[in-house]
């Protein structure tokens, strides 16, 4: 019995194989160099997909049936009549997108894709309520509805339609000239129970957690999301009240800010207070 010995790794051959490797080596090292590079090529398209925070989500839209152009002023997130007019109306109920109240005040670009009706652009909304509709992510005030389409007379259709198909993405919210302001609620009661929800957050992220401090001794209380964007406590601190605030955004980053002007100490229901910050990431 003979035995021969080929060498693979460097591609030596024997001539009693005719220098067959001589063929098959290049050939199977290209062709593994090719499955190597596709195979890192699809994880990182997959990796890309997973993260990106800027792509377009397929989805559906209907809007607000009997109300008028503006949003409701009874919606989930607790704004009352603000939650109906702010971003000029183009505002939105949103289903899963709601989070349980955290998805309140964030905005999204929402367009519908029949590109006889529909414009490029869309329309930027703000959520102001929960709610869904025939599988939608979205029940949109009438007047965003119609802002999503190029003409008033391909509004006047989309609206007919009721329900559309749309695509989505965050983008972020902004209100020049406007300041972070805190909305006391008007069922607060001054001084056994403060609610508060806090209006015109720009940028792309989240209000996770609320802080209320004294600013004599510095000790800070964690308040409760009693539901949409209102936050609650009972027996607030005395004097005049400092807020700290968490900002969380969608890739796990999160900071902690401290507004420039206080709560005052003699606090009223349905009166608002201008924080003296923006954030804007």
């Not at 955290?102 to 999204?108: I, M, P, R, S, T």
């Not at 965003?144 to 695509?167: H, K, N, P, W, Y």
């Not at 308040?223 to 807020?243: H, I, K, N």
């Amino acid at each position: 019995m003979h035995y021969h010995l080929i060498l693979f790794s460097s591609c030596n051959c024997l001539l009693a194989f005719h220098c067959i490797c001589s063929l098959i080596c290049p050939t199977m090292a290209l062709k593994s160099f090719l499955f190597f590079f596709a195979t890192l090529l699809l994880i990182q398209t997959l990796a890309e997909a997973a993260t990106c925070s800027d792509c377009f989500v397929q989805s559906r839209a209907a809007y607000y049936p009997n109300s008028d152009d503006n949003g409701t002023d009874v919606g989930a997130c607790g704004y009352g009549s603000f939650g109906a007019t702010i971003n000029g109306g183009d505002v939105s109920a949103a289903s899963d997108l709601y989070r349980n109240g955290v998805g309140c005040g964030a905005c999204y670009q929402v367009r519908c894709k029949d590109s006889y009706y529909c414009s490029d652009k869309g329309v930027t909304i703000v959520i102001t309520d929960s709610g869904s509709s025939d599988r939608t992510d979205f029940i949109l005030s009438r007047r965003a509805f119609g802002r999503m389409a190029q003409t008033s007379d391909a509004a006047a259709s989309i609206l007919r339609l009721g329900v559309v198909d749309i695509e989505y993405r965050r983008v972020s919210c902004s209100y020049p000239g406007k300041n972070i302001t805190v909305k006391i609620d008007e069922n607060s009661s001054y001084p056994h129970y403060l609610a508060f929800s806090l209006w015109y957050q720009q940028g792309k992220t989240d209000i996770t957690a609320v802080q209320l401090c004294e600013t004599q001794n510095f000790v800070c209380k964690l308040l409760d999301r009693s539901y949409g964007a209102v936050w609650t406590t009972t027996s607030p601190p005395s004097g005049p009240l400092s807020l700290r605030l968490l900002f969380s955004a969608d890739d796990g980053d999160e900071s902690w800010v401290v507004p420039v002007n206080n709560i005052p100490q003699d606090w009223k229901a349905g009166q608002t207070y201008d924080t003296g910050v923006q954030v804007n990431n």
